[in-house]
């Protein structure tokens, strides 16, 4: 198991402390909330520190919907989506990769299934785009 880097409460992660973290992933952390600003300007990002988990997540959020969640560690971020069951068709129809595919439609006992993206290429953003696109479909 991957070892969490933003666990204390008193540190803020503000781009300083997040970019230490990414190393050479900045480049599409900025890459990503790049297409983030642009596309959806109404977009809200809420960094918290949650106490049960011992982490500083993110949180973003439209029309105080949460669209998506995000983690940082040590040379990578990771994003994940909630999705209902009604995604079930979109997800499976999607150019998404196989394996996050899988994720979703093997988790289909669950009322509420996540998808997690590693982010540590460009490449990368492309699915998050995807995901980001099918979730705001059902909006």
């Known amino acids: 198991m991957v070892k969490p880097v933003l666990v204390d409460p008193n540190i803020y992660p503000t781009d300083d402390v997040l970019f230490s973290h990414l190393g050479k992933v900045k480049s599409v952390y900025l890459s990503l909330f790049d297409y983030i600003r642009t596309t959806y300007p109404d977009f809200v990002e809420n960094w918290k520190y949650y106490h049960d988990g011992k982490n500083w997540l993110l ?14 560690n040590d040379g990578f971020f990771r994003t994940t989506f909630y999705l209902s069951s009604m995604f079930e068709q979109n997800i499976a129809g999607s150019h998404l990769p196989e394996e996050l595919k899988r994720q979703f439609l093997e988790s289909s006992e669950k009322k509420i299934r996540g998808i997690t993206i590693v982010l540590t290429k460009t490449k990368d953003v492309d699915i998050f785009k995807e995901l980001c696109s099918i979730k705001l479909s059902k909006n």
């Open 59 to 72: 949180n973003v959020t439209r029309k105080k919907k949460i669209l998506f969640w995000l983690s940082v």
